[in-house]
């Protein structure tokens, strides 16, 4: 046993009831409330620069971002490669949209979030991570819930990307069979939903559940996987929803074309990042398969 180590240590409450927890130390809080939503804190930290938990939760941290916002944006929009509406589901932070917003051929993002305070101290405190996308004029930022909005919207999307919070709290609608069923219905024909699924080792049953339901309503359901340092435990899971399947098995040829045609420099993605992102270990596959 160690000596408790000093200064204010913020706890990753996720697996707290499993048994498990991780802790980061908090040089400097910047901000910290309980919106009408949830409790959110903004600090930094010494590894990962400055971060955000939700509820206890850790959001997004400068240091690793780029992993899970490069990955949930660019595999849908090249795997489609025509995509020219993307609604984002939750997404507060900005990193989604700064992602999607570098595809050219996008006119039209609108962004669904239903915490006003995220954007808020999000654009604040942790303005790299947004990098002035929210100013962008191709964006339609809605405060909402995004289960009442795909209930109520008449516009179709080709991607719909759900950067959502687990599924507890605000978060929890996101992860019903009725949200998935009214967001199938605003996609266009051969469109792409990816969903915020969890790490797998840690959370399968969370996958399990989500992909059961994508079985009823897509032609191919999957997932693909990253790894991404401060969600713990392995791989996070990246839930995939289309019909059509050619999407998933694209020849890394045409990913390789399609990237290039794009011209812009990732830090994690690559093509072959992108192919093999869909090869699952079996412990996965048994979350995916019936
Ligand atoms: N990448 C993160 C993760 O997995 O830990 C999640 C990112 S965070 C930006 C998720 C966002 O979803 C939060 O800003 C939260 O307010 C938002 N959110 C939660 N429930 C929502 C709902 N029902 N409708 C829209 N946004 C929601």
Redesign the pocket.
Known sequence: MTEAPKGRWIVETLYEKEGFTCAFRADKVFHEENTA??NLVIFENALFGRM?A?DG????TERDEFI?HEMMTHVPILAHGRVRRVLI?????G?ILREVLRHKKVDKVTM????PA??DFCKKQLPKISDGAFDDPRLDLVF????K?VEETTEKYDVIIV????PI???E??FRESFYRAASGVLTPGGVIVT?N?VPFMQGSELKATMEKFRRLFKEATCYLATIPT?VGGP?AMGWGTDDATLTSLPLEEIERRFAEEGFATRYYTPEVHKAAFALPRYVLDCVAP
């Open positions: 939503e949830q955000m939700l939760i850790t959001q997004v899970y589901i939750g997404g507060g932070d990193g669904v979030e239903i915490d995220v954007t909402a819930d995004g289960a909005f950067d959502s919070t687990d709290g605000p978060g609608v996101l915020q969890g969600y996070m």
